[in-house]
């Protein structure tokens, strides 16, 4: 835990107390802070004073008396409209914090030269996170991973200056946290997103490049438009800027020829790395996550070969693009995080023959625009309530059959790739869709998929799986 005791003795409100809000209110009260905790949710509140947290209803509150109020960053702050706590936070002049700003202010108080790399981005920032870590940790240092993903981050071990601290961080977070200052901060790209909770795509561009303009450096993927302004912008008021990208040969910067990856400096080109062979990292947007992890691990002192044995030995993430297991000519993916169609269209970009699971609870706009990527589909299994539906968009541009369950679509996917003539086929769960009406969550659908194919006959298990 990282206790934060740059609130000791202070008068702090928090509100939200879910997992990550339980941790941050452990970590304010053992910093000696003096903590009113509240949730919307009578079972929250419940729960958090039996783990010993001090609850009190802050519609009550004495406001001005707070220091501060932390908030979860699942609370609306602005759109579509500010939480009534927020409202009253205002009222009464209380700053209004997240935990990711807690732990910028505990750094740069108690281990300031602590290497600290924050990723964020519309899409990638959990590969991206996940990849920076393991490269770290395979190197042997001291790493800690947490955020928006896996743990959350007032959870992870005390601020140390040889502790390495690698944070996701998502657009809500970065609200929060108005100090945040890594040591290199990295920017992926920029689509809509989240508008519901920004308001525009102006102001949720705006929350992100906060990340990068308080770093010391910023690592921006200059693919689309948005990130591309941000860069030059950046640059133009001194900052030092990387640029990425996974498609343009920069003059300066990093980008990927296929599967090299290449460092430009004044239109001097070499290979730093690559990607061959290294199956979790298949794919050009996978290419920018490898850049953007390369450039963040050379900030923080590694070398090329720490980072290159860390590329090859990274296992990926479960649920995206995760490999499974092989069964002779045969590739299991799992990728059931892509719960919509853009989220699948990278799996389907990275490989040329695919035995495609596919359905769910359809999101708006169904499969459309997926239909450049038809063609490599060697045949569908369409599941869930979008069955119907997406056999009517597939209609005569790729075989397809309606399985209704998940398991009887693997059961026959498996059948029919094992008879493919093909150099490798790819049996792969990319269900363009929610799993609302079968599963609980893409996690479980995730699961359910990797336990089914590692029950087939004569599997041979991918990355530690059993």
Same mark, same amino acid.
């Given at each position: 835990?990282?206790?934060?005791?740059?609130?000791?003795?202070?008068?702090?409100?928090?509100?939200?107390?879910?997992?990550?809000?339980?941790a941050?209110?452990? =970590?304010l009260?053992?910093? &000696?802070?003096i903590?009113t =905790?509240?949730?919307?949710?009578?079972?929250?509140?419940?729960?958090?004073?039996?783990?010993?947290?001090?609850?009190?209803?802050?519609?009550?509150?004495?406001w001005?008396?707070?220091?501060?109020?932390v908030?979860?960053p699942?609370?609306?702050?602005?759109h579509?409209?500010?939480?009534w706590?927020?409202?009253?936070?205002?009222?009464?002049?209380?700053?209004?914090? &997240?935990?990711?700003?807690l732990?910028?202010?505990?750094?740069?108080?108690?281990a300031?030269?602590?290497p600290?790399?924050?990723?964020?981005?519309?899409?990638?920032k959990?590969?991206?996170?996940?990849?920076?870590?393991?490269?770290?940790?395979?190197?042997?240092?001291d790493?800690?991973?947490?955020?928006?993903?896996g743990r959350?981050?007032?959870?992870?071990?005390?601020?140390?200056?040889?502790?390495?601290?690698?944070?996701e961080?998502s657009?809500?977070?970065?609200?929060?946290?108005?100090?945040?200052?890594?040591?290199?901060?990295?920017?992926?790209?920029l689509?809509?997103?989240?508008?519901?909770?920004?308001g525009?795509?102006?102001?949720?561009?705006?929350?992100k490049?906060?990340?990068?303009a308080?770093?010391?450096?910023?690592?921006?993927?200059v693919?689309?438009?948005s990130?591309?302004?941000?860069?030059?912008?950046l640059e133009?008021?001194?900052?030092?800027?990387?640029?990425?990208? @996974?498609?343009?040969?920069?003059t300066?910067?990093?980008y990927?020829?296929?599967t090299?990856?290449?460092?430009?400096?004044?239109g001097?080109?070499?290979?730093?790395?690559?990607?061959?062979?290294?199956?979790?990292?298949?794919?050009?947007?996978n290419?920018?996550?490898?850049?953007?992890?390369?450039?963040?691990?050379? @900030?923080? &002192?590694?070398?090329?070969g720490?980072?290159?044995?860390?590329?090859?030995?990274?296992?990926g993430?479960?649920?995206?693009m995760?490999?499974?297991?092989?069964?002779?000519?045969?590739?299991?993916i799992?990728?059931? @995080?892509a719960?919509?169609?853009?989220?699948?269209?990278?799996?389907?970009?990275?490989?040329?023959r695919?035995?495609?699971?596919?359905g769910?609870l359809a @999101?708006?706009?169904?499969?459309?625009?997926?239909?450049?990527?038809?063609?490599?589909?060697?045949?569908?299994?369409?599941?869930?309530?979008?069955?119907?539906?997406?056999?009517?968009?597939?209609?005569?541009?790729?075989?397809?059959?309606?399985?209704?369950?998940?398991?009887?679509a693997?059961?026959?996917?498996?059948?029919?790739?094992?008879?493919?003539?093909?150099?490798?086929?790819?049996?792969?769960?990319?269900?363009?869709?929610?799993s609302?009406?079968?599963f609980?969550?893409?996690?479980?659908?995730?699961?359910?998929?990797r336990?089914a194919?590692?029950?087939?006959?004569?599997?041979?298990?991918?990355?530690?799986?059993?």
């Open positions: 835990m990282i206790k934060v005791s740059t609130f000791s003795g202070r008068s702090v409100g928090l509100f939200g107390l879910g997992g990550s809000g339980i941050t209110a452990r =970590a009260v053992e910093g &000696g802070a903590v =905790a509240w949730d919307d949710n009578p079972d929250s509140v419940e729960r958090a004073r039996g783990e010993g947290i001090p609850v009190s209803d802050l519609a009550q509150a004495d001005s008396a707070f220091s501060t109020f908030l979860s699942g609370v609306p702050l602005t579509p409209k500010p939480h706590t927020v409202d009253l936070a205002r009222g009464a002049g209380v700053e209004i914090i &997240g935990d990711i700003e732990f910028a202010r505990e750094r740069a108080a108690m300031p030269d602590a600290f790399i924050a990723v964020t981005g519309t899409n990638g959990s590969t991206t996170t996940a990849l920076i870590a393991h490269i770290l940790a395979a190197s042997g240092r790493t800690q991973m947490g955020g928006n993903i959350a981050i007032m959870t992870l071990d005390p601020l140390a200056a040889d502790r390495f601290y690698v944070v961080c657009s809500y977070q970065i609200e929060l946290a108005p100090s945040i200052n890594p040591t290199a901060g990295i920017l992926l790209n689509t809509p997103d989240h508008l519901d909770r920004h525009t795509m102006q102001r949720y561009a705006e929350v490049e906060r990340l990068v308080g770093s010391e450096t910023a690592i921006i993927g693919d689309d438009a990130c591309a302004q941000i860069a030059e912008r133009r008021c001194g900052k030092e800027v990387i640029r990425i990208s @996974k498609r343009l040969p920069l300066d910067g990093y990927a020829d296929g090299d990856l290449m460092e430009a400096v004044h001097q080109y070499s290979r730093i790395g690559f990607l061959e062979g290294v199956g979790s990292l298949r794919g050009q947007h290419a920018q996550n490898a850049l953007a992890a390369v450039a963040a691990c050379l @900030k923080v &002192g590694l070398d090329l720490e980072i290159q044995s860390g590329l090859e030995s990274f296992p993430l479960a649920h995206r995760e490999q499974v297991g092989r069964r002779g000519k045969v590739l299991f799992n990728d059931s @995080k719960t919509n169609a853009d989220a699948a269209a990278p799996a389907l970009s990275s490989f040329q695919i035995y495609w699971i596919a769910g @999101k708006e706009g169904g499969i459309e625009t997926l239909r450049s990527y038809f063609p490599r589909i060697a045949k569908a299994y369409l599941i869930g309530e979008a069955a119907p539906a997406f056999s009517a968009t597939l209609g005569g541009s790729a075989p397809y059959e309606i399985s209704g369950t998940l398991a009887a693997l059961s026959h996917a498996a059948a029919d790739a094992a008879q493919d003539d093909g150099q490798e086929a790819v049996v792969m769960l990319s269900p363009a869709c929610a609302f009406d079968q609980r969550n893409f996690e479980v659908r995730g699961d359910a998929f336990e194919v590692l029950a087939l006959d004569g599997i041979e298990p991918i990355g530690g799986q059993r």
